[in-house]
């Protein structure tokens, strides 16, 4: 039996994903669908409040996503995968929501100010971008989840989430649980230039990137910058690819060859990396077996898509009963 608390979460389709959303997210996710009653979904509404004006992609980045998620191990038969655009309760909620939403708490809301800010080449001064809290807020409720994992960067957005639900219970009785934020611990990943791993800085290795192209990035991975020549030593502690792939991938006989080699220059940046690749080509190779037999067959991620959005539609439309009663609609 899996112990009461429903858990929620979702990812906007940004396209393909990388070892970093495995490490940060998915494989959490893995943990909390056998342990709890699961909803994932693709915010496909929240994609639209950055890329509204080029909406192309979208739809194919939905696809891409579902099959990473499915690849690496998301089971439709442990956990309730939808897409947020076909249960249009989420826009009704949002709805009722934004009455009782004052612009005083989005406005001061510091991912707004951030991404406002970040997204220099993009206009998001709109209703819609500023409400993404309100509809994020909508999507978690509706399901009545008690339990949202979230990386530390979307801890705001849940703050905000909780206060819009005190908020409503506050003026119509008792109608929705307070989520709670399972804030996810996750393990840096860096990209191939150092930086935090991310499809907009091009430095990311995609789960379903080819073995040579995850060899490629990695042997040109950034290492230890004071490490210029194959006689001087290096240190392991400010080497991104170290940080990175020794961390996650190496057992630690490896870990200890590793740091004692690179310390002593007695091995080469190549010979250490190449310790490494094997292990996160295994890792890879299953994951992109399984999105092979996915694209095999076309209608399949469709029809996981149509169950699932069968299963949430029941709870969503179950919940707005309670919401429009509450507020004297129905
Ligand atoms: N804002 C989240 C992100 O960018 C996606 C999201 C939308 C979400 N609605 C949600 C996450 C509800 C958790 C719960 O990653
Ligand atoms: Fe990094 Fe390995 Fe090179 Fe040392 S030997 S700098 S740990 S890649």
Avoid at 310 to 321: F, L
């Amino acid at each position: 039996m899996k112990p009461t608390g429903r858990v929620l979460s979702g990812m906007r389709p940004t396209g393909a994903l990388h070892l970093g959303h495995f490490h940060g997210v998915l494989s959490n996710w893995l943990k909390l669908q056998n342990e709890y009653d699961c909803f994932f979904f693709v915010a496909d509404w929240h994609a639209l409040t950055t890329d509204y004006a080029n909406p192309a992609a979208i739809k194919d980045n939905i696809r891409e996503m579902v099959i990473d998620w499915l690849s690496v191990g998301i089971d439709p038969a442990k956990a309730v995968i939808f897409r947020q655009s076909v249960i249009k309760e989420h826009a009704e909620l949002h709805v009722l929501l934004s009455m009782i939403t004052p612009l005083s708490w989005l406005e001061r809301n510091p991912t707004y100010k951030e991404q406002m800010e970040a997204l220099v080449e993009k206009d998001v001064r709109t209703f819609g971008f500023l409400g993404y809290p309100v509809l994020q807020t909508a999507d978690i409720i509706i399901y009545k989840a008690s339990l949202v994992p979230v990386g530390v960067d979307q801890a705001p957005h849940l703050e905000l989430s909780r206060e819009i639900t005190r908020r409503f219970n506050h003026l119509y009785g008792n109608t929705f649980p307070e989520p709670q934020t399972l804030l996810t611990t996750s393990p840096k990943v860096l990209g191939t230039d150092g930086r935090k791993m991310s499809k907009s800085y091009g430095n990311a290795i995609l789960l379903s990137d080819a073995p040579e192209d995850v060899e490629k990035k990695m042997l040109q991975m950034m290492t230890d910058t004071a490490r210029k020549r194959r006689t001087d030593a290096g240190n392991p502690d400010v080497c991104p690819f170290y940080e990175t792939f020794h961390a996650l991938y190496s057992d630690e006989t490896t870990v200890e060859w590793v740091r004692e080699g690179c310390a002593k220059a007695s091995i080469g940046c190549t010979e250490c990396k190449r310790s490494v690749i094997p292990k996160v080509l295994a890792f890879l190779e299953p994951v992109q077996k399984r999105r092979a037999e996915l694209e095999k067959d076309p209608t399949a991620i469709e029809a996981i898509l149509r169950d699932g959005a069968r299963s949430a539609h029941e709870a969503a439309s179950k919940t707005m009963h309670d919401a429009r009663k509450a507020m004297g609609l129905e």
